[in-house]
């Protein structure tokens, strides 16, 4: 049986007294059939009254129980909340939510209005009283208040104020069940007289309060502590996620993308949120950086699977990174079964003189997010801007040690082969001037000299190409010496 319930309902289950509410309820109800039918059949109008009110409690008691938050998980898990009709109140409300949000089950229905709430607890208070004061008679000592058979019974609509509105609305339940009570005493019900004493007057009215009290008493001390074993598996779940981010920041290496998806899955399971975006912001032109404005690079989104949210991501990012200031809205959602939950959106610019990172988190809650998850998305998103600023240094130490390899492969060329090729140039321009003055003083040896004045004319074009080549190669590896080399090359006079 215990199989079909959730695990995060059977741990509310622990830390919840709402379940102490129903099985009060119950006891009570089934304590009150064997009173009044244990008495024997009788002819009397009071005994036929009571039998009509086990028949209403009977349907009361159902109804509370089926419409009860603590049991809805139950009946949702059995199939049974379309057969009866009912629909919880966060039908497509996210689990983060309910396991960041609801704190303690209370005992009756809630529904979207909370005056419509005040209004069942009352309508139970009343129904409660009436039930009591009409079966005050059946006993006779006392004919009011605890000797009723469904005094006990009624004391339950007490608790279950107070384990919904704490020391208010017990003392209210406890001050309204107790009205009955002296009407009881003033104004008897039909049945056998009694003249009542101070016993039983003080110990008709003093037990609901006393035990309403206790009750909220207990509930706080509960709440407190739900409150404190929440803060303090918040505190575990985001250190485990901020781990995992920096897992991942090192394993990822220079895979920026991979970095991104990841670390806004892991932020999105440790924060519960329904959605987180990522998104990198760069300039249109580092030139025109000022004119032209920033867009956004790239964009990385991580959803849950059955998230309701509208997507306005795209919007926001635009809005945050035109303003370069944190945005924290809260949208109510218009849609059937979320009564009271809304959008809630928090984006947090990280600035290196713009923005250069903007990570946003979105989620269906009944509030805001608050300074929790404000700090949580600010220590992870800082650890990937951490990341990322790594990265674009690695990148950017790679490019000046390719830079610097290739200066200082343009420099020897620029100081051997160059040198050695212009050299060798010179050389061949030397020795065909000198042929061909040669040629001119011996008319008779002209005809010798010639084909060796023309293969040294064409040396001195080669050399010239292959110096040219050179200079090519250089420009290519280096071009910011572009200007040192023009200059060489002109006073080599190429």
């Not at 991104?260 to 987180?276: N, S």
């Not at 809005?319 to 939950?341: C, H, I, T």
């Not at 040198?419 to 010798?448: F, G, K, N, P, W």
Request: with cysteine.
């Amino acid at each position: 049986m215990l199989r079909i319930i959730p695990d995060t309902t059977l741990r509310r289950l622990r830390s919840t007294p709402s379940y102490f509410f129903l099985i009060w309820r119950w006891s009570m109800w089934l304590y009150a059939l064997v009173v009044i039918l244990g008495s024997g059949p009788t002819y009397s109008p009071i005994y036929h009254t009571c039998v009509l009110l086990l028949v209403v409690t009977l349907l009361q008691t159902v109804v509370v129980t089926f419409y009860a938050p603590v049991f809805q998980p139950l009946l949702a898990r059995l199939r049974l909340l379309s057969i009866l009709r009912i629909r919880p109140r966060i039908a497509s409300a996210s689990q983060s939510a309910l396991e960041d949000e609801v704190e303690l089950f209370t005992p009756l229905l809630r529904t979207r209005s909370r005056y419509r709430d005040i209004a069942i607890y009352a309508l139970d208070v009343i129904i409660c009283g009436l039930v009591t004061y009409y079966s005050g008679p059946f006993s006779g000592h006392p004919n009011f208040g605890n000797g009723s058979p469904f005094y006990r019974y009624g004391m339950s609509t007490a608790f279950a104020a107070a384990l919904a509105y704490r020391y208010p609305g017990g003392i209210a339940a406890a001050i309204g069940y107790d009205l009955f009570i002296l009407l009881g005493i003033l104004v008897p019900a039909p049945g056998p007289a009694y003249t009542p004493n101070v016993i039983d007057i003080a110990g008709s009215l003093i037990d609901t309060p006393v035990a309403a009290l206790l009750a909220a008493f207990i509930v706080s001390l509960l709440g407190s502590y739900a409150q404190s074993k929440k803060r303090e598996q918040e505190n575990g779940r985001w250190q485990r996620a901020l781990l995992s981010v920096g897992e991942t920041i090192v394993r990822a290496g220079s895979d920026k993308e991979r970095l991104l998806q990841k670390g806004a899955e892991q932020i999105r399971q440790g924060g519960h949120f329904d959605r987180v975006i990522i998104a990198l912001v760069g300039a249109h032109d580092d030139e025109r950086a000022e004119s032209a404005g920033h867009e956004i690079e790239s964009c990385v989104e991580a959803d849950r699977a059955d998230s309701p949210l509208p997507d306005r991501s795209k919007i926001t990012l635009e809005q945050v990174m035109r303003s370069g200031q944190k945005l924290s809205a809260f949208e109510r959602l218009p849609v059937a079964g979320q009564s009271g939950y809304g959008l809630a959106r928090l984006y947090l610019p990280f600035l290196d003189g713009h923005a250069r990172m903007i990570l946003g988190a979105e989620s269906c809650r009944q509030q805001p997010f608050d300074s929790k998850q404000e700090t949580f998305l600010t220590i992870a998103g800082a650890q990937l801007s951490i990341a990322l600023d790594n990265m674009r240094l690695a990148e950017q130490t790679l490019q000046l040690a390719a830079s610097a390899e290739r200066s200082r492969i343009a420099r020897e060329i620029h100081d051997g082969i160059a040198q050695l090729v212009y050299m060798l140039s010179l050389q061949a321009e030397t020795c065909v001037a000198q042929s061909q003055r040669i040629a001119e003083a011996a008319q008779e040896d002209a005809e010798l000299i010639a084909p060796l004045t023309g293969r040294l004319a064409k040396l001195v074009t080669l050399s010239k190409q292959a110096l040219w080549e050179t200079r090519n190669y250089m420009f290519s590896l280096k071009p910011l010496i572009r200007n040192r080399m023009q200059s060489a090359a002109f006073c080599m006079g190429i």
